[in-house]
């Protein structure tokens, strides 16, 4: 029994039967993990792109230089970091959180490199007419430059959602209950492990292509709706 839910063991298919719902418990944990630590990569990548594109190399290195140390640290480091160290100095996040915010962590690094990318992919003028506006390098940045480049990144970016959607299984680590650690557990318990990773990896499939195809849909519409750049 796992979530209250018991299984039927009697049979193949009504051991699939029994524990799809214990799996889409598992799968919906996954998702969550996804679209968090995807929205901290995109919030964090930003910032650290528009950080390492100032001329004031007293703010680009330092972000640099975070960039480099988070992109060349594993992630479990990182995981383990957040939730082994941190409660030391009293800030004790629950296990899904640190998880999620981990997996963040270290696809901003990534992030900040897409986002660099189609920051400097927009002409020059664009910034020299926003001047020209008397506008701020804030306002130009936020305004003329990041929707600019947003429908350019989207396919790159899209990449990165479906890789932090195939890391969720390292949270199990840290006892996070995502879908491939609701397999192993059942496996566990039955002795019987074929069935349910073999589920689980029909439920990442399908997934996976669902979440490519939006990315997809979304890249085609997006550059309709973009600033005309010249």
Sequence with gaps: M???IEWDTTSNWLFATSILPILLKGLVVTIQATVLGFAVAAVLGLVLAALKSSRL???SWPARLITEFIRDTPL????FFLYYVLPEYGIVLPAFL???LALG???SAYTSEVYRAGIESITRGQTEAACALDLSPLRTFSVIIVPQAIPRIIPALGNYLVSIMKDVPVLSVVSVLEMLNVAKIIGDRTFNYLIPLSMVGGLYLI???VASAAVR???QRLPKQGIPLK
Excluded: N, P, S, W
């Design 76 to 79: 479990l480091v990182q995981l």
């Design 207 to 209: 997934l996976t292509l």
């Design 98 to 100: 640190t998880g999620a």
């Design 2 to 4: 796992l979530f209250g």
């Design 105 to 107: 962590i270290q696809y």
């Design 57 to 59: 190399r007293i703010i």
């Design 217 to 219: 849909h979304l890249d």
